[in-house]
């Protein structure tokens, strides 16, 4: 993708004080630990439809899309979202380059959500309005979900254990830290076990 196309960069964009930060791998990429599982497709077919359901939980607010694959920025457009372009970042860069681009354009606070939840609804209930907001996976280990002033300096580590390091960052920065435990969003798919029934998303309660 030549040049920048991240719509969080155009010049002039303001966006409200809330918005809501996707980070979405290459769909044919996602998943690798569901190789024994199921094929290549199905592994890109329910990352996509996993990430169509994250971005549907944020509607209620601008939702971006941080991403370096040509697809995924299209897909993310056809799906009302803005890109943010940031090739080579990994995860922890990108999102923060991410949270940095958004916070540019007016955004106070925002929700950094993982695109494999496949039980997501409303993100936007998540924000309490101050401070960082954590949603642990099922175990306590990832960070599923997190919310956090944009201005605060937060450095993202993302990976096993990245719940208690996330703690520790925002007790770094002086920000109280509210744990929210949210079935729905507890719910991510990492391994063989997490996958839905049949590869197929639950129905929304």
């Known amino acids: 993708m030549p040049g920048d196309e991240s719509e969080v960069a155009a010049s002039g964009l303001r966006l409200g004080p809330r918005a809501v930060l996707v ?8 998943k690798g630990r569901l190789t024994q599982a199921m094929s290549a497709p199905d592994r890109a077919e329910l990352a ?3 990430a169509e ?3 549907a939980a944020g509607r209620h607010w601008p939702v971006a899309v941080v991403c370096d694959d040509r697809a995924v920025a299209d897909w993310a457009r056809a799906h009302g979202a803005l890109v943010v372009w ?8 990108a999102v923060e380059a991410g949270v940095e681009r958004l ?3 007016g955004v106070m606070r925002v929700t950094v959500a993982h695109a494999d939840l496949p039980s997501a609804s409303d993100l936007t209930t998540v924000d309490n309005g101050s401070g960082v907001v954590l949603v642990p ?5 990832g960070t599923n979900v997190l919310c956090l002033p944009t201005r605060s300096g937060f450095c993202f580590s993302y990976g096993p254990g990245s719940f208690a390091r996330h703690q520790a960052e ?18 991510d798919v ?4 997490d996958v839905p029934a049949g590869g197929r998303l639950p129905p929304l309660i």
């Open 23 to 30: 980070p979405v791998k290459a769909f044919g990429e996602a």
């Open 53 to 55: 359901r994250v971005l």
């Open 190 to 193: 990492d391994e063989p076990a």
């Open 170 to 187: 925002a007790t770094r920065l002086g920000l109280d830290v509210t744990v929210l435990e949210r079935p729905e969003l507890a719910w």
């Open 103 to 105: 916070g540019g354009a």
């Open 48 to 50: 996509r439809a996993m």
């Open 137 to 141: 996976d099922r175990v306590g280990n």
């Open 86 to 93: 940031e090739p080579g970042r990994g995860l922890n860069g």
